[in-house]
Each structure stands twice: as structure tokens, then as C-alpha cells.
């Protein structure tokens, strides 16, 4: 694969486990130098997908031939957001490549919300779940944007979901969050058009992540890997789309919201 990106600075969000770790992987493979964030130290063990963030990141960087920092910081929280964006600058240089990945349909006390639908789920995990996917887009993005907006230059990569689409009796509050989510890079975009800087949101679908596999029943002949379309995605096809969105075929693209999930919602967003 060319390093495309050699040089540039990109900051994953959420990338310790699943989507994050694939979106880290390809950026340092393209030849970017990679903040690695996480919520938690022990957060890739948490589904067998590693042991710590502090080996994950070592990991990558020395896998792909490329600078990691690895970065701890609750998201939801203002002045963490600005400390994790503080810390990657100070450690790699200036971000080129925001992949926002943290999120999740999680209740305050952890695990799922229940009951999870839109009438009977408690008050405190409406917030938890806004907090976690929402408010914590709209924090790393400020804190991120306002880098770029000087340097006038920069790609921005929000992670929504398909459930952003269509309606959820189960998950409401999430397919809400996501849908917010959706709509606040449209803004972002909007606004930062004329410094050069792209805004786009990445929506997987099923996608065979150590939580996804770890956390339901899965039907075993959706894990197969070619000859249908109907099928759980892997998470390799998923981070490829980021390179779209951040390398040289992207420059013209922006606030647009991409569907990655083998067609299952064929419908106008």
C-alpha cells in the first residue's frame, strides 16, 4: 500500500478496540502519525482485542514504521478534550486527521441501557448516551477545528452509525445521538468550507468488532467474508473508507454522510 498520508498527524478517538483500532491501523499504514485515545488503559481487553492502550499504540507504531502517542481522556468532559487535542499536538505536531470513533449505546453504570427504547429508558442513560456520542463530537471537533481553521487545512471524520436513518424502537436514544451526530458535521461543514477543511461522517453498519460479536446472538451465516453482500462486515472495509475521506480523492468532498454496510439501507438518508 503507498503511504499516501507519510507525515501527516491524525488523532483516533476510541482506538484502542474494534472500529477505532482498524481506523488507528490504516492511518499508519498510509504513513500518518497517530494519536491513540482511549477511555480506559485496560479499555482493548475489555472484548480480547488487546491488553492495554499503551500496547496497542506501541504496537501500531511499530508494525507500520510510524510515531504513536497514546492518549487517555473522557470525552464527554470539555477540558479532557482540549487536553487530549493539547497533548497530541505537543507529542506529534498539528492534526491533520480527526477519526472520531468513541460513542456507544452505553448506560451510566455501563453495559447497555435497560430498558433501552424511547419511552421507558431512565433519564440518566438519555444523558449517558447523548453525552458519550453527541457531546463528545461536538467537544474534540471544536477543539480540533480551531486548529485547522488557522492553519486553513484539515479533514474531519465523524463515526455515526446506520441507526442515525431509520427509526428504533430499541436504541432509540442512540439512533437519536447518531442521527445529532449526522447532522453536526453537516454544520461543521458548513462553517469550515471556506478554510479548506472537510467534515464527513462514516455510518457502518453490522460490523464483526469483539463487542458486536461479544454483546448478542449473531447468526453464523452473516460471518461470512465474499460472496454475499448480506453479510457482517469486517472492520478492514469499514477503515478503508477513511482513507477516502482523508487522503487526495476526498479533497472535494464534504458534508456528506457514507453508508458503509453492504447495502442494507438502500433508501435516500
Same mark, same amino acid.
Given at each position: ?29 498510509? %504513513? ?8 480506559? #488503559? ?17 504496537? @501500531? ?11 487517555? %481522556? ?8 482540549? +487536553? ?12 491533520? @486527521? ?5 460513542? %456507544? ?23 449517558? *448516551? ?11 471537533? =471544536?477543539? *480540533?477545528? +480551531? ?34 451526530? *449526522? ?7 458548513? =462553517?469550515?468550507?471556506?478554510? #479548506? ?12 468488532? /469483539? ?12 460471518? *461470512? ?6 453479510? @457482517?462486515?469486517?472492520?478492514? #472495509? ?8 482523508? %487522503?487526495?480523492? /476526498? ?19
Amino acid at each position: 500500500m503507498s503511504r499516501l498520508l507519510e507525515g501527516k498527524v491524525a488523532l483516533v478517538t476510541g482506538a484502542g478496540r474494534g472500529l477505532g483500532r482498524a481506523f488507528a491501523e490504516h492511518l499508519a499504514k498510509l %504513513g500518518c502519525h497517530v494519536g491513540v485515545h482511549g477511555l480506559r #488503559e485496560n479499555g482493548p481487553s475489555e472484548y480480547g482485542e488487546g491488553t492495554t492502550l499503551t500496547h496497542t499504540a506501541a504496537e @501500531i507504531a511499530t508494525a507500520y514504521s510510524t510515531k504513536t502517542y497514546r492518549v487517555l %481522556g473522557d470525552l464527554t468532559v470539555e477540558a479532557d478534550a482540549a +487536553r487530549v487535542v493539547q497533548e497530541v499536538t505537543s507529542e506529534l505536531g498539528p492534526i491533520d @486527521i480527526l477519526v472520531h470513533s468513541a460513542g %456507544g449505546d452505553i448506560a451510566a453504570a455501563g453495559g447497555k441501557p435497560n430498558p433501552n427504547d424511547a419511552v421507558m429508558i431512565k433519564a440518566i442513560d438519555v444523558r449517558s *448516551v447523548l453525552d458519550r456520542n453527541l457531546m463528545s463530537t461536538i467537544h474534540i471537533c =471544536q477543539q *480540533v477545528a +480551531r486548529g485547522m481553521m488557522e492553519r486553513r487545512q484539515g479533514r474531519i471524520i465523524t463515526i455515526s452509525s446506520i441507526a442515525a436513518f431509520r427509526g428504533n424502537a430499541n436504541s432509540a436514544i442512540y439512533s437519536t445521538a447518531k442521527a445529532a451526530v *449526522v447532522e453536526y458535521t453537516r454544520c461543521l461543514a458548513e =462553517q469550515l468550507r471556506p478554510y #479548506e477543511v472537510t467534515c464527513n461522517s462514516l455510518a457502518p453498519g453490522d460490523t464483526r468488532t /469483539g463487542r458486536y460479536l461479544g454483546t448478542r446472538t449473531v447468526d453464523q451465516s452473516r460471518l *461470512v467474508e465474499a460472496g454475499t453482500l448480506d453479510r @457482517i462486515g469486517l472492520v478492514e #472495509e469499514v477503515a478503508q473508507v477513511v482513507e477516502f475521506f482523508a %487522503g487526495p480523492l /476526498g479533497q472535494f468532498v464534504t458534508g456528506q454522510a457514507l453508508r458503509v454496510d453492504g447495502g442494507s439501507q438502500i433508501w435516500p438518508a
